[in-house]
């Protein structure tokens, strides 16, 4: 399995500017994770969805963050407008969502730089 | 909501020797515990994990212990080698709230050879 991937790697934009990230999850698996990771605050949980609902978006920074999942294979994350705080490495991670089958695994990542 | 403390946030050790890296949990209702490792530029990678049914698990170098009643849980690598250096995390996840992972600040592990 390719495990989860994400694009771009790397996404260098201005202020103001729309920002998409993507992810494709691991085959099978049924509950995908936004995560955000920062110097300051860590990693920290934006979103995630079982069998591509959203269930908790209580960590989405503010209304110019959202995210969808439109089918099991595929879920963005866009930033509109994108502000310079914005810079972090984004993850995803996907699981296997049945009973005792808690592993999430990671993807590399996208580092975002807002200039 | 769950809130998980790491230590220490630097840790330095002589290949050869043992790192011990120290993580508490504040919701009793927690019961998974993973461990991840994230190498510089890469995703966190699981590397060990514990049910709160189970008290010490291992697997080659490494283990990880829990204390439920002390809201502790520990990781512990033996014989470190240079390739142990990375960015260790600990999570915890309560079922109930749906397994969300609230992960602890971090540890930055270096083995020096």
């Known amino acids: 399995d390719a495990g989860v991937i994400q694009s771009p790697r790397h996404e260098v934009t201005e202020m103001g500017q729309e920002v998409t990230l993507r992810c494709k999850p691991i085959?099978?698996?049924?509950?995908l994770f936004w995560y955000r990771q920062t110097m300051m605050r860590g990693l920290e949980l934006l979103i995630y969805?079982?069998?591509?609902?959203?269930?908790?978006d209580s960590g989405m920074p503010e209304d110019r963050f959202s995210a969808k999942m439109p089918n099991a294979s595929f879920s963005t994350l866009k930033i509109q407008p994108s502000e310079p705080r914005d810079s972090a490495v984004y993850f995803c991670?996907?699981?296997?969502?049945?009973?005792?089958?808690?592993?999430?695994?990671f993807g590399p990542g996208t580092r975002l730089l807002v200039l | 909501g769950e809130n998980v403390e790491q230590h220490p946030s630097t840790l330095s050790v002589q290949e050869g020797d043992s790192a011990v890296i120290k993580c508490t949990y504040s919701?009793?209702?927690?019961?998974?515990f993973p461990w991840y490792k994230q190498e510089l530029g890469k995703g966190p990678q699981l590397i060990i994990d514990?049910?709160?049914?189970?008290g010490e698990k291992k697997d080659q170098r490494i283990a990880v212990t829990l204390n439920k009643t002390a809201k502790h849980f520990s990781l512990h690598i033996t014989e470190t080698q240079p390739e142990d250096s990375a960015v260790y995390f600990c999570?915890?996840?309560?079922?109930?709230?749906?397994?969300?992972?609230?992960f602890g600040g971090g540890t930055r592990v270096l083995v020096k050879p």
């Open positions: 919701d009793s209702a927690s019961n998974y």
């Open positions: 969805f079982n069998n591509n609902v959203p269930i908790d």
């Open positions: 514990i049910r709160s049914n189970v």
């Open positions: 999570a915890a996840s309560d079922r109930a709230a749906g397994n969300k992972l609230t």
């Open positions: 085959s099978g698996h049924n509950s």
């Open positions: 991670a996907s699981r296997l969502r049945v009973a005792a089958q808690e592993t999430q695994y």
